[in-house]
């Protein structure tokens, strides 16, 4: 069964029992409160919600350190939680705007582990492209991060680089995935499919946008692009295209990728053993503010980031009502 319960107001969250949440900005990378910047409950980022860390009356900033003195400017980026062996869960997020990867410890305490900062102008954070450990690594705006929980491997969306950056848990070093096969134009959203070594990228700058899938089990990895069916009232099969894809998460037991469609207002379901889309949630270019069963009722409003908690199944949804 899946139901709705929602909570919104501008940039806050809904959340449905499905279980995916989208990021509550929208498209414009410095959109958004910018006073607020903390993550609330459950790792998702929330500007009214009592946070887990940042300081919510500093503004914007780039700061390690106790929760209530942490500063950060996430923009869009987006959070996972993973766990090593014999370790409790910590929260890991790409600092969109201080172009870092970073996370919160289980106390609320925020910690930088890659991400270059000028130390002779205020520790201040700068943009570019370097692979290497710790704070010789330069990122341009991250905003998608998803691990392979069983090795540890974080995969990031380097979106103004037009990169795939993997971040290695267990030596804190940052590498560039190298790629062949069709380019990169701004990756947002990621999705590790480690049984397959498959990575799923939505890539909205790529015209309409498009979803991409790179194959790891060869070197370089190969990236092609996902063509997905749709079937009219005619039960005739069309190509499907995704306009600005954003966010993206996979079910993985049950092989279906789920995907924002941040200007046609829906959430999109797509199989993947037979690569039919449908609408999952959401009314095709029509937004508001509206829960509802079936999902068909419901309404976004520009639908950004997306993330799957599979166990539960169910989700919770920011956009910017």
């Given at each position: 069964?899946i139901?709705?319960?929602?909570?919104?107001?501008?940039?806050?969250?809904?959340?449905?029992?499905?279980?995916?949440?989208?990021?509550?900005?929208?498209?414009?990378?410095?959109?958004?409160?910018?006073?607020?910047?903390h993550?609330?409950?459950?790792?998702?980022?929330?500007?009214?919600?009592?946070p887990?860390?940042?300081?919510?009356?500093?503004?914007?900033?780039?700061?390690?350190?106790?929760?209530?003195f942490?500063?950060?400017?996430?923009?869009?980026?987006q959070?996972?939680?993973?766990?090593?062996?014999?370790?409790?869960?910590?929260?890991?997020?790409?600092?969109?705007?201080?172009h870092?990867?970073?996370?919160?410890?289980?106390k609320?305490?925020?910690?930088?582990?890659?991400?270059?900062?000028?130390?002779n102008?205020?520790?201040?954070?700068?943009?570019?492209?370097?692979?290497?450990?710790?704070?010789?690594?330069?990122?341009?705006?991250?905003?998608?991060?998803?691990?392979?929980?069983?090795?540890?491997?974080?995969?990031i969306?380097?979106?103004?680089?037009?990169?795939?950056?993997?971040?290695d848990?267990?030596t804190?070093?940052v590498?560039?995935?190298?790629?062949?096969?069709?380019?990169?134009?701004?990756?947002?959203?990621?999705a590790?499919?480690a049984?397959?070594?498959?990575?799923?990228?939505?890539?909205?700058?790529?015209?309409?946008?498009?979803?991409?899938?790179?194959?790891?089990s060869?070197?370089?990895?190969?990236?092609?692009?996902?063509?997905?069916q749709?079937y009219?009232?005619?039960?005739?099969?069309?190509?499907?295209?995704?306009?600005?894809?954003?966010?993206?998460?996979?079910?993985s037991s049950?092989?279906?990728?789920?995907?924002?469609?941040?200007?046609?207002?829906?959430?999109?379901?797509?199989?993947?053993?037979?690569?039919?889309?449908?609408?999952?949630?959401?009314?095709?270019?029509?937004?508001?503010?509206?829960?509802?069963?079936?999902?068909?009722t419901s309404?976004?409003?520009?639908?950004?980031?997306?993330?799957?908690?599979?166990?539960?199944?169910?989700?919770?949804?920011?956009?910017?009502?």
């Amino acid at each position: 069964m899946i139901q709705a319960a929602s909570y919104c107001t501008r940039g806050r969250l809904f959340s449905f029992v499905v279980y995916a949440f989208l990021s509550l900005l929208c498209l414009h990378p410095l959109a958004g409160p910018r006073h607020h910047h903390h993550f609330g409950v459950n790792g998702i980022p929330d500007w009214w919600r009592v946070p887990i860390a940042g300081a919510p009356d500093y503004g914007t900033g780039y700061l390690d350190g106790a929760r209530e003195f942490a500063r950060m400017d996430v923009g869009q980026g987006q959070m996972v939680s993973y766990a090593a062996p014999g370790s409790p869960a910590y929260m890991y997020f790409c600092d969109q705007n201080n172009h870092a990867f970073r996370r919160i410890t289980p106390k609320g305490v925020v910690e930088t582990l890659a991400g270059y900062r000028d130390i002779n102008n205020n520790n201040a954070s700068v943009s570019g492209f370097e692979d290497g450990q710790g704070s010789a690594v330069k990122f341009y705006n991250p905003i998608g991060v998803d691990v392979d929980r069983s090795s540890g491997t974080f995969y990031i969306t380097d979106t103004w680089n037009n990169k795939i950056r993997i971040y290695d848990f267990w030596t804190n070093t940052v590498n560039t995935l190298s790629l062949v096969g069709v380019a990169l134009h701004l990756p947002w959203g990621i999705a590790v499919d480690a049984d397959n070594m498959v990575l799923y990228v939505s890539d909205p700058g790529d015209g309409t946008g498009q979803i991409k899938k790179i194959d790891m089990s060869s070197a370089p990895a190969l990236t092609i692009v996902l063509q997905f069916q749709h079937y009219d009232e005619n039960g005739d099969s069309l190509v499907y295209p995704v306009h600005q894809p954003l966010g993206i998460a996979l079910w993985s037991s049950h092989r279906v990728l789920f995907i924002s469609s941040y200007s046609r207002h829906v959430i999109y379901r797509v199989d993947l053993d037979s690569d039919v889309i449908s609408i999952h949630a959401g009314r095709l270019d029509m937004f508001g503010n509206s829960d509802g069963l079936p999902l068909s009722t419901s309404l976004f409003h520009f639908p950004a980031g997306l993330a799957l908690r599979e166990h539960a199944y169910s989700s919770s949804v920011g956009d910017n009502d």
